[in-house]
């Protein structure tokens, strides 16, 4: 979050970094009400995170998985809801979703976890190609191994364990910074770059 906001506003967005809890439809609602009011929306970011929980398949509960989807796909048709219209009738904007490369490769324990974020990936490339006859531009980075809090914090990646990972599994050998990952969405939602539609763009090092 704090590195996509930085980023853009050094390429001159005008940046709302709201954080109105997504999973409470009425407020948010509100705050996409109140935001489009203010002015036109060109670009809305969906970054939505939690640390996937680590579970056997037959040892995942209803739980969870509901608690999983809450936070990662339910948001999005209220994103759709709150920003589209004005979109479309302007006949331009983008939604740039922060998605997850686990969505392009299957991994064990993470059942709840990938199927979430399998479901954004279809998400986007439906609405994607729905979208486009509005000249309205949604896609996803499906990234993975990038350096951050929630997935990397600095006790994880201090572990030998996981440096050994870094070398077996990911062909460039290290972790994405955020600048590197933000520079990417800026790119995606630049004015100058509008012949992606539905599209999902892997940002994991060659791990997929």
């Given at each position: 979050g704090p590195a996509l906001c930085k980023c853009f506003a050094e390429h001159g967005a005008?940046?709302?970094?709201?954080?109105?809890d997504p999973q409470d439809p009425k407020a948010f609602a509100r705050m996409a009400r109140e935001v489009v009011a203010a002015g036109p929306v060109d670009v809305v970011i969906a970054n939505l995170a939690i640390a996937?929980?680590?579970?056997?398949a037959q040892e995942v509960t209803d739980e969870e998985w509901r608690s999983v989807f809450a936070a990662l796909v339910d948001p999005l048709p209220q994103i759709a809801r709150g920003f589209f219209p004005s979109m479309i009738e302007r006949r331009r904007g983008k939604v740039l979703v922060m998605g997850s490369a686990t969505a392009l490769r299957g991994q064990r324990n993470i059942s709840s976890y990938a199927a979430a974020r399998g479901a954004q990936l279809s998400w986007v490339r439906a609405v994607g190609v729905e979208m486009a006859m509005h000249q309205v531009h949604?896609?996803?980075?499906?990234?993975n191994f990038v350096e951050n809090p929630t997935y990397y914090p600095p006790e994880v990646q201090s572990l030998p364990s996981f440096q050994e990972r870094l070398k077996r599994e990911v062909p460039l050998g290290r972790l994405a910074t955020p600048q590197e990952d933000a520079l990417l969405a800026v790119f995606l939602a630049s004015s100058e770059v509008n012949f992606f539609a539905g599209q999902a763009f892997p940002f994991a090092g060659g791990w997929v």
């Open positions: 005008v940046v709302i970094a709201d954080r109105t996937s929980p680590i579970t056997r949604v896609n996803i980075i499906a990234q």
